[in-house]
């Protein structure tokens, strides 16, 4: 009996664990400033959504009616700017000027786009394409907090590349890592819970 109920107790916290880890995750949040006087301001915020994966969600005010702008990751600082290194998706501004954008971002971690080893800042421009000058740009920090996932997986937009470098993906979510390997290890447990006791009545 005493064999039977340790298997429980392993079974019970390997269930609470992989759960409790499941519905945490990294996050960071900024503003982004004007630039060249556009009057555009913003906020961003990056979620951690694997081991090199993360989630990239803005929105915005101060856009021209019905426009649309360009979008990315640069390396380096909005003082001391650097090379586009991911592409994000384009901010659409509706009737008042103001816009949105959800953007899973493929091949960088969480740690890394806080700056380590080099710092990274978020960028948008005058147009979509040709991009032109920029308008509104914000420096990726180190200020993290941990807060509730939502669940499920990150949906790829429409027009994502699935892979590559820059490249975007759903793919990798920190939750279905966990809880597919309580999936695997759940059966594990049962099926030795079952010899235990058929061993105990014999």
């Not at 909005?78 to 949105?100: M, P």
Request: charged share 10%; proline share 4%.
């Amino acid at each position: 009996m005493k064999k039977l109920g340790l298997v429980g107790v392993v079974v019970l916290m390997l269930v609470s664990t992989s759960f409790t880890f499941a519905q945490s995750v990294r996050t960071t949040s900024g503003v982004m400033n004007a630039v060249n006087s556009s009057g555009v301001t913003g906020t961003f915020t990056i979620t951690e959504a694997g081991a090199n994966d993360i989630m990239v969600k803005a929105t915005f005010k101060g856009f021209q009616p019905n426009s649309a702008h360009a979008g990315h990751i640069h390396m380096g600082t909005c003082e001391k700017q650097g090379a586009v290194i991911f592409l994000l998706q384009a901010a659409k501004a509706d009737a008042s000027g103001n816009a949105t954008i959800s953007w899973p971002v493929n091949h960088i971690g969480f740690d890394e786009v806080l700056g380590n080893p080099f710092p990274f800042y978020i960028q948008y421009h005058q147009a979509d394409s040709p991009p032109g000058d920029a308008v509104v740009c914000g420096n990726i920090t180190a200020a993290t907090t941990t807060a509730a996932a939502s669940g499920g997986a990150t949906s790829l937009p429409t027009g994502a590349p699935a892979s590559g470098f820059g490249g975007n993906s759903g793919e990798g979510s920190l939750n279905l890592y966990l809880l597919g390997g309580l999936v695997v290890m759940l059966p594990f447990s049962v099926a030795i819970y079952g010899v235990l006791r058929r061993k105990k009545n014999h």
